[in-house]
C-alpha cells in the first residue's frame, strides 16, 4: 500500500521559508514521477514542482527561482525547499507519486495515483 505523509508546513513571513517533506512508503521515489501540488479552498489545485526518474525538473511560473524540488533516494524522501514565500503562495500542499517513469516535461504532463493529506503552509505580509 503506498502511503505519502507530508510535513513540515506552518506559518511564515513574507520573504521566509520551509521546506516540506513528504515520507514514502510502499513505492520507491527514485523510479517514477513525482511532485508537489498546492489547493486554496475554491480554486483549482495548481502543479508547483515535479521530478522524474531522468533527474528532470519542471516548475510552475509562479515558483521558478524560488522553490526546489529534491528526493532523498536512500530514505525515501521528496523535499520541496520554499525560499522567498511570498503571501500568494499560501496554501495547502500535497506530495503526489506517479506510476510513470516521466513527468512529461511540464507540471501537469503526468497522471498522479497517490496523494497525500496535505500540509499548510501560511505566509503573512
Known amino acids: 500500500q503506498v502511503q505519502l505523509v507530508e510535513s513540515g508546513g506552518g506559518s511564515v513571513q513574507s520573504g521566509g521559508s520551509l521546506r516540506l517533506s513528504c515520507e514514502v512508503s510502499?513505492?520507491?521515489?527514485?523510479?517514477?514521477?513525482m511532485g508537489w501540488f498546492r489547493q486554496v479552498p475554491g480554486k483549482e489545485r495548481e502543479g508547483v514542482a515535479t521530478?522524474?526518474?531522468?533527474?528532470?525538473?519542471n516548475y510552475g511560473d509562479s515558483v521558478k527561482g524560488r522553490f526546489a524540488i529534491s528526493r532523498d533516494i536512500p530514505n525515501n524522501l521528496l523535499y520541496l525547499q520554499m525560499n522567498s514565500l511570498k503571501p500568494e503562495d499560501t496554501a495547502m500542499y500535497y506530495c503526489?507519486?506517479?506510476?510513470?517513469?516521466?513527468?512529461?516535461?511540464?507540471?501537469?504532463?503526468?497522471?498522479?495515483?497517490?496523494w497525500g493529506q496535505g500540509t499548510q503552509v501560511t505566509v503573512s505580509s
Open positions: 503526489a507519486a506517479s506510476r510513470q517513469y516521466s513527468c512529461g516535461g511540464k507540471v501537469r504532463g503526468a497522471d498522479f495515483n497517490y
Open positions: 510502499g513505492y520507491t521515489v527514485s523510479n517514477y514521477c
Open positions: 521530478s522524474d526518474r531522468y533527474g528532470l525538473f
